[in-house]
């Protein structure tokens, strides 16, 4: 697909993750298509239930694509869900209302994760990559599209745990008593999250991005054992130049402002980071090695347009001056936002920002 190239009309994201010079920092939002957007509920009601929508590729375009007719974003993101992996290991995914996802078969013991076997990104998740060409079509260069993945120790806590959860003592369990069944596990799953991405790739997302959502959990020594060294495994199989262009590779731990200088010794291309570490804190912790995405409060969507403003320019100025910065909430944009009040954080960026570029 390397023709498609020099189509790319906007590749402002594209070039801060690699800590190019752009005439403004661009944004996107995790999130961004989803619930605060009456249109995706819509769409959603349309499919049945929230799989349905992520296994039927057209709907999962649309989605994709809603929060570009509505907002000058710098970046699409495929509409999936992290847990497309652990689904089809074959432990039943399923979605109970109000509470989230559950597995009908957790795993707890080596011999049910000795049966696990690595999905086919192309068999057992070509809905997926089917998504991907799709939106990347659709998109026809309007801007990049983002591929992404759950880090291979958010996907066991589901996978051990059953669902979600509040102690994590599942999954610590056998981390403590059983480690070489834990690690066993993340191997599996650091493989299958490589061959993922890789085809997602493939398929056309022109970045990807790791979501590390429960690393924050864990101690500093068990953080490197049990998620960073297995991101580090994915960093080191990823396909990194596709179309003719580098493929940008952006880490995200929740909660993880401690570790952002081990963080970006992967080898990776940008760290998300999250409200609760301060840019500019991060920015010096990383040395400028990487670029950084992040990191307002989602909950400041909630205040007046001119209060978001206000958190947008902290932000710009605890960053500083010069590149390698993609303006992001610091994580999923809450489904009670009014969509008015995602146009003037975008808008405040916009507006903004240009001034930290000069």
Known sequence: MSELKSELKNDLYLR???????????????????????????VRKQA???????????????????????????????????????????????????EGPKFERPVRDIASIEKLGVPDPEQELRYVMDAVRTIRRELNGQVPLIGFSGSPWTLATYMVEGGSTKNFSEVKKLMF??????????????????????????????AVMIFDTWGGVLSPRDYREFSLNYMQKIVNGLTRHADGRQVP?????????????????????????????????????????????GNMDPSVLYAPPARIEAEVATILESYGHGHGHVFNLGHGI???????????FIEAVHKLSPAFHK
């Open 249 to 293: 590779v952006t880490l995200f731990t929740k909660n993880g402002g401690a570790w952002l200088g081990d963080m970006a010794a992967t080898g990776c291309d940008a760290l998300g980071v999250d409200w609760t570490t301060d840019l500019g804190t991060a920015r010096a912790a990383v040395n400028d090695k990487v670029a950084l995405q």
């Open 334 to 344: 809450h489904p009670e936002v009014n969509p008015d009040h995602a146009a003037a």
């Open 48 to 98: 049945g239930d929230f799989m349905a929508l992520c296994k039927n590729a057209e709907l999962a375009c649309e989605v994709t694509l809603q929060p570009l007719r509505r907002f000058p974003l710098d970046a699409a993101i495929l509409f999936s869900d992290i847990l497309t992996i652990p689904d089809a290991m074959g432990l039943g995914l399923y979605f109970e209302a109000g």
């Open 16 to 42: 801060a993750l690699l800590r190019q010079p752009t005439e403004r920092t661009p944004i996107w939002m995790m999130r961004q298509a989803g619930r605060y957007l009456p249109e995706y509920r819509e």
């Open 177 to 206: 008593s059983e480690p070489k069944a834990m690690h066993l596990l993340l191997d599996k799953l650091a493989q299958s999250v490589t061959s993922y991405l890789n085809a997602q790739i493939a398929a056309g997302a022109q």
